[in-house]
């Protein structure tokens, strides 16, 4: 009998292979025929010329028409990869990497990593044989500085170019300059031995760019050309095309249905509010067909999502029916997938978003949109050097590719919640990042790639001189950079290295003088996230209670330090009893619900953490405690956040001394009571009031002791 069973065995396992093998043929012609469908696909055969054509093409499509996810698979058959070079794609946004590094794996039946994969900071899922790959525009800069002439690509796609992120802006200055040293190294010098060039380059990693651009360093590498691709949303290529030295841009043309558009007939009060009555209405009233929402944060995300389910819990069963599905920047990657997958037969799906799902993400089956035309934007106003995050309205260019987001399937609605006469009041378009951002960070990676004349650069639009100099001020200041504006060694160095704003660079080499590097490592990884903390508007009292618990009256800095060895202790505690790293991690999860931490952005720190930590330490830091001796890391951070201090005036607020600007302490700042006479902060939110977060509470007389550079005459 035994072996009858086995027989029997045998078979169904066969059957089940078989079965499988039969799912996995259907999954394959389905995504062969979704793949054809799309409006690039008739297209393939001109793109491909036009790329053999011209060195630099624009491509111009409507969002959804499969740019992303196609264009460069169908380089990657025309053999633009047989050379062993790679295909670059870079996406302004961490999640439109990955999750399109996903799909464009399955397309291509693929594991992850292998042919195709992804990086972005701190995480890097790619391989020798990665053939596409797919990145933040900031990692490539990041590539840049340790290969000048990125010899490992044969094509650079920038994606999303319409969103002129300051990233975006700053590689179309760098590309142009790599394409160009590129092409004449190859007139220089025919190619006999396509071999070496990775290890030459290897040999002039160290060196910077301006000497590699000139043709005489050129003259021994050999390299291929650099094809440049630039992909816009935006149907106006003029500006990259004249940019470019007028450029060819080819149009695709898209498939849309008509989008009925509804405005409230007043203005919103909490606009928060209204996006959930809104959401309710559709779902109780419209036809089926998924709703996407968008919103500014993953704070506001998570105490919709929180809401819309305690409002279901009221409606009867049959109501109940819908799933919500975040998604955000930060969002841990294995969660951003749950956006793609379809809702349960008979659910409606609820996606709340970032304006991440305006262009850079197409997600299937939206009939409805929900906006609130509003987005967080960086903001900077280079007279007082303060840069802050302030919630603004979209410009019409925006609000126009958000309700597109309701016609890619069938005709759809799109609900925004605010006047019609308000739309009119719109800029056209958005303003560019780069000349409403702080440009410390670019400066200093600029300097690092060996381009000192940061104002002659050609850049597509310039920034202010007065940010410019600004930045150069501040890079000084923190000692990135010498009295000539050059970059310092090792400091500046270091500085360009870490994938860090440069105050929290500057924050963890001092760490290390002051000998609290594992402090600080905290600090700037917690820093890094949104809200470590989580308040739910129904139970305030019992979070303000369990954060209590971690408070320290030294400020927000400790307290932080607190909360995150708190859960290491408990990581710790549960790794005793069990090595299943699922149970861990839900015994942490536990623990941060009892102490109302946001699970996520805590696992996101923890993740950062060992990144940074290991950046550090290759560069030689020592990683070690200040014990108890919170005086050493208060007076660190006082050397590192200096340009941040403020003083208390005698009604209660203070005056942000770098500024002149008046602030206040955050209510959700430790110190909001105490008020101390001083402080360090980091950040600005500018709401109704100028409030500053994240603070810690210091003695007036450490600034001119220890950032004498800025603070000795005073
Ligand atoms: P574009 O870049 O032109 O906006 P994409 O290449 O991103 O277009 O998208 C093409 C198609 O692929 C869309 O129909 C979209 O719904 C689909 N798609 C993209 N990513 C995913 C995913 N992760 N899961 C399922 N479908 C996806
Ligand atoms: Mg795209």
């Known amino acids: 009998p035994s072996s009858q069973n086995q027989q029997s065995g045998g078979k169904s396992q066969q059957q089940q292979q078989q079965q499988q ?62 050379n062993g070079k790679a295909i670059g794609v870079t996406q302004p946004r961490r999640v439109a990497a990955i999750t399109v590094a996903k799909r464009v794996a399955e397309e291509c039946n693929v594991e992850l990593g292998q042919k195709v994969g992804y990086a972005i900071r701190f995480d890097d899922v790619t391989s020798s044989s990665t053939r596409i790959k797919y990145m933040t525009d900031g990692l490539l800069l990041r590539e840049a500085l340790l290969d000048p002439l990125l010899s490992r690509y044969g094509v ?20 142009k300059k ?154 841990p990657s294995e969660q951003q997938m749950n956006a793609f997958k379809p809702a349960p037969s008979g659910f409606r799906k609820v996606i709340l978003a970032t304006n991440i799902a305006e262009t850079s993400v197409t997600i299937p089956g939206i009939r409805y949109v929900v906006d609130p035309g509003l987005v967080k934007a960086r903001s900077y106003n280079p007279v007082t050097g303060m840069e802050s995050l302030i919630i603004i309205p979209t410009s019409k260019a925006q609000a126009q590719q958000r309700s597109g987001r309701a016609g890619r399937e069938g005709p759809g609605k799109c609900f925004r919640l605010y006047p019609e006469s308000e739309f009119g009041m719109l800029s056209d378009s958005t303003i560019p990042e780069i000349k409403r951002c702080n440009l410390a960070n670019v400066v200093l990676q600029l300097k690092a790639l060996g381009i000192d004349d940061i104002i002659g650069f050609d850049f597509m639009e310039k920034p202010s001189r007065m940010t410019i100099v600004k930045s150069l001020e501040q890079l000084f200041l923190l000692g990135a950079l010498t009295d000539d504006y050059k970059l310092s060694d090792p400091i500046g160095h270091q500085m360009a290295r870490l994938p860090l704003d440069p105050i929290y660079s500057k924050a963890l080499i001092l760490a290390n003088e002051f000998k609290c590097l594992e402090e600080m490592l905290i600090v700037v990884s917690m820093l890094s996230v949104e809200s470590i903390f989580y308040f739910p508007r129904e139970k305030m009292e019992e979070a303000r209670a369990a954060r209590k618990s971690f408070s320290s009256p030294d400020g927000d800095h400790v307290t932080l330090v607190n909360v995150y060895r708190a859960s290491a202790e408990c990581l710790d505690k549960s790794k005793m009893v069990t090595s299943k790293d699922k149970t861990i991690e839900k015994n942490l999860k536990k ?59 005698p009604d209660g607020t203070y005056r942000a001394l770098a500024s002149g600007q008046t602030v206040q302490i955050h209510p959700s700042s430790m110190l909001f009571r105490s008020k101390p006479e001083c402080i360090v902060f980091n950040e600005l939110v500018r709401t109704n009031h100028n409030y500053v977060r994240n603070l810690t509470r210091i003695d007036p007389l450490w600034l001119p002791e220890l950032a004498p550079q800025y603070y000795a005459s005073s």
């Open 156 to 175: 650079i796609i920038v994606d999303e170019a319409h969103e002129r992120t300051v990233h975006t802006d700053v590689l179309l200055g760098i590309l």
């Open 591 to 649: 623990w941060c619900i009892e102490n109302f931490i946001n699970s996520r952005s805590l696992r996101h720190a923890r993740d950062i953490h060992s990144q940074i930590q290991g950046h550090v330490q290759h560069m030689g830091l020592s990683v070690t405690s200040c014990g108890d001796d919170m005086l050493q890391f208060r007076r660190c951070l006082t050397a590192a956040f200096f340009l941040n201090a403020a003083m208390k005036q």
């Open 178 to 331: 790599v394409q160009k040293a590129r092409s004449q190294s190859i007139s220089k010098e025919p190619i006999k031995n396509a071999n070496i060039d990775i290890d030459m380059l290897n040999e002039v990693n160290h060196q910077r760019l301006n000497t590699l651009l000139s043709p005489k360093a050129c003259q021994n590498t050999k390299f291929l050309p650099l094809k440049l691709i630039i992909m816009s949303a935006s149907l106006d290529a003029k500006g990259f095309s004249e940019y470019f030295g007028g450029a060819k841009a080819v149009y695709v043309q898209g498939r849309q249905y008509p989008v009925d558009i509804l405005y409230t007939y007043q203005p919103e009060q909490d606009y928060l509010d209204a996006t959930l009555i809104t959401i309710f209405q559709i779902h109780l009233e419209e036809g089926p067909g998924d709703i996407l929402a968008f919103l500014t944060g993953q704070e506001e995300i998570e105490s919709i999502e929180k809401l819309i389910h305690g409002r279901l819990d009221k409606l009867p069963d049959d109501k109940r029916k819908v799933m919500t599905v975040p998604i955000y920047s930060s969002l």
């Open 21 to 82: 093998q039969q799912q996995l043929l259907a999954k394959k012609r389905w995504i062969a025929q979704q793949r054809k469908s799309l409006p690039i696909a008739s297209v393939e055969r001109r793109i491909v010329d036009e790329v053999r054509k011209n060195d630099i093409l624009i491509v111009v499509g409507e969002t959804g028409s499969g740019k992303t996810t196609q264009l460069p698979q169908f380089l990657f058959n025309a053999g633009f990869c047989q």
